[in-house]
T-cell receptor
């Protein structure tokens, strides 16, 4: 089983739709969680950190469920420019060390 | 722009050769992490440097090594290149416990 698992997609949605991605992780000691966005042949760009209480940034909402070991990303009112691969990241390092584990990413295509 | 720069942009090497990739971190960041991203995969963590010391390592063999300098810039060295080392190599900088910001990457092709 992979340490961080994501549905690779692609998720094809019309403009204006709401879409949600989940990501599961296997290490219950994982300390911090993030969502990154990656456009084709570009570097990953930080979308948002994921806090225990959940957090929202405009059209994007991230949730963490430690009991079930998953994080989610919700995108409301999808735009064409949201088309990208969304990477889930888990830090499984302990005692001051850091080991960031990326999922393989979920591809999103927003259609006109 | 993140302020993280990497050089070179592209590189072609022959199997068995050695390569050095460079990364300049964003101002104020003291931590640099290196990742390998093969086509269609997520980035794989190679190692992290904090204040010139290795501070975490992924499942990469010892022929992958690194350095961090007093100005927090960093190098990734790969010895005895193999065909499977062909990938995008990404560097990310951060303040220690905070989010990482990636550079544009170096695309390495091993023939």
């Amino acid at each position: 089983r992979k340490e961080v698992e994501q549905d690779p997609g692609p998720f094809n949605v019309p403009e204006g739709a709401t879409v949600a991605f989940n990501c599961t992780y296997s290490n219950s000691a994982s300390q911090s969680f993030f969502w990154y966005r990656q456009d084709c042949r570009k570097e990953p760009k930080l979308l948002m950190s994921v806090y225990s209480s959940g957090n929202e940034d405009g059209r994007f909402t991230a949730q963490l469920n430690r009991a079930s070991q998953y994080i989610s990303l919700l995108i409301r009112d999808s735009k064409l420019s949201d088309s990208a691969t969304y990477l889930c990241v888990v830090n499984k390092g302990v005692a001051g060390t850091y080991k960031y584990i990326f999922g393989t990413g979920t591809r999103l295509k927003v259609l006109a | 722009e993140t302020g993280v720069t990497q050089s070179p942009t592209h590189l072609i090497k022959t199997r068995g050769q050695q390569v050095t990739l460079r990364c300049s971190s964003q101002s104020g960041h003291n931590t640099v992490s290196w990742y390998q991203q093969a086509l269609g995969q997520g980035p794989q963590f190679i190692f992290q440097y904090y204040r010139e010391e290795e501070n975490g390592r992924g499942n990469f063999p010892p022929r992958f090594s690194g350095l961090q300098f007093p100005n927090y810039s960093s190098e990734l060295n790969v010895n005895a290149l193999e065909l499977d080392d062909s990938a995008l190599y990404l560097c990310a900088s951060s303040r220690r416990e905070y989010e990482q910001y990636f550079g544009p990457g170096t695309r390495l092709t091993v023939t």
